[in-house]
């Protein structure tokens, strides 16, 4: 049988382990999925100001439902928060996966920005494909999130991909249906009565 570890022992790897927490807490900081979600907010910094005056406040929150407001707040919150929690790994061939349809999603992104900034008057910009492409084109960089995200840092969270999955899903649901709704009171939008099938659909929610 082998003996026990001694008290001088217990202790200096209680030491250790202390001393390891702090570095282990650094490279989290530096490591975590939320980085890749800083070109975004970036993006979406600079240039929010210069797209078309459909997409400005208040004229882009105006008259939107509550029941399609509140959720896409709570939930943008969700999506934007969680990866703060979710180590940045590559090790998995999902992983990787993730990170090329992360790349390739936000050049898509930026790309959709840059249509409605340099051409707002072309016919694509004013088709419902160009005006609504910066609320649906998150879905391919946050897919790619969605495959990064393994597992979180917080000790004993039952955590499965496919959670990040819905909760970014929703809100892309609820993001989507707000800038439509955007896009029926402009000029060019649809003739159909979205906005007012959507708000009775509210009346009974």
Do not use: K
């Amino acid at each position: 049988m082998q003996p026990g570890p001694q008290p001088d022992e217990t202790r200096q790897e209680d030491q250790d382990r202390a001393q390891g927490e702090p570095f282990d807490l650094l490279r989290h900081l530096v490591g975590n999925a939320f980085w890749l979600l800083v070109p975004i907010l970036l993006l979406n910094g600079l240039w929010a100001d210069r797209l078309p005056a459909g997409y400005q406040p208040p004229r882009f929150d105006e008259a939107i439902p509550a029941y399609i407001a509140l959720p896409e707040q709570l939930l943008r919150v969700i999506t934007f928060t969680l990866p703060c929690f979710v180590p940045l790994s590559l090790h998995t061939r999902v992983q990787r996966l993730g990170m090329a349809l992360f790349v390739i999603g936000t050049a898509v992104y930026a790309s959709s920005w840059w249509l409605l900034i340099a051409q707002p008057s072309s016919a694509l910009a004013s088709s419902a494909v160009g005006f609504l492409a910066p609320a649906y084109t998150p879905a391919l960089w946050l897919a790619g999130l969605v495959l990064l995200s393994e597992r979180t840092v917080i000790p004993r969270l039952p955590y499965r991909r496919w959670v990040y999955g819905v909760i970014a899903g929703a809100f892309l649901l609820c993001h989507n249906l707000h800038a439509w709704l955007v896009y029926t009171r402009l000029p060019h939008g649809p003739a159909a009565p979205t906005h007012t099938l959507l708000s009775l659909a509210g009346a009974f929610w």
